[in-house]
């Protein structure tokens, strides 16, 4: 079964830096776009990168663009999000999720998320 | 950029009721909708993609209408396994989600 594992959050100051990764199984996970979104405390969804199956293309929301990069190594079944200049206001679970649909091919939606992982940006 | 409206953002209900979420975007975006639900300290699970398709394994009380910018979420019969937050998604353009509707017991 697909299974989505999330790692790499923590407490980090302002400024800081932090790197998350997304363990992927149970598919073929060089087959697949990978998305992060991510969710403040009680607040709604956020989606923020996007990368395609084999990591030619990536795509930001305008809040993280220029400060998250998003990568992936199919070697490792991994996705990750480097997450640089760390506000205080990027405190949130952030999800890893897998693109329903192999390739990049048309419009698609999210078919499995992992558990997320949480970050807390203070001093 | 597409914004998505939800509506309403809490609803009161009683385990049996029918119960409609709205989701409005703000230009058309076809049928490229989905739905989630959830559950606090859980991941959203998908419930309907293509406005009206349920995902496997998703029970048939849950429905899914509309196209171009005017969508529903319909529960038919609430159970209550049910009681969650439910978000709208389209993905016609990037990804963005509505603001969330949580359904509360009465």
């Known amino acids: 079964q697909v299974q989505l594992v999330e790692s790499g959050g923590g407490v980090v100051q302002p400024g800081g830096s932090l790197r998350l990764s997304c363990a992927a199984s149970?598919?073929?996970?060089?087959?697949?776009?990978m998305h992060w979104v991510r969710q403040a405390p009680g607040k709604g969804l956020e989606w923020l990168a996007f990368?395609?199956?084999?990591?030619?293309?990536?795509y930001y929301a305008d809040s993280v663009k220029g400060r998250f990069t998003i990568s992936r190594d199919n070697s490792k079944n991994t996705v990750y999000l480097q997450m640089n200049s760390l506000r205080v206001e990027d405190r949130a679970v952030y999800y890893c999720?897998?693109?329903?649909?192999?390739?990049?091919?048309?419009?698609?939606?999210?078919?499995?998320w992992g558990q997320g992982t949480l970050v807390t940006v203070s001093s | 950029d597409i914004q998505m409206t939800q509506s309403p953002s809490t609803l009161s209900a009683s385990i049996g009721d029918r119960v409609t979420i709205t989701c409005r975007a703000s230009?058309?975006?076809?049928?490229?909708l989905a739905w989630y639900q959830q559950k606090p300290g859980k991941a959203p699970k998908l419930l309907i993609y293509?406005?009206?398709s349920l995902e496997t394994g998703v029970p048939s009380r849950f429905s899914g209408s509309g196209s171009g910018t005017e969508f529903t979420l319909t529960i038919s019969s609430l159970q209550p396994d049910d009681f969650a937050t439910y978000y709208c998604?389209?993905?016609?353009?990037?990804?963005?989600f509505g603001q969330g509707t949580k359904v509360e017991i009465k």
């Open positions: 999720a897998k693109r329903y649909g192999s390739g990049s091919v048309g419009p698609s939606y999210f078919d499995y």
């Open positions: 149970g598919f073929t996970f060089n087959n697949y776009a």
């Open positions: 990368i395609r199956y084999d990591g030619s293309n990536q």
């Open positions: 230009q058309s975006i076809s049928s490229w």
């Open positions: 293509k406005a009206s």
């Open positions: 998604q389209q993905y016609n353009d990037y990804w963005t």
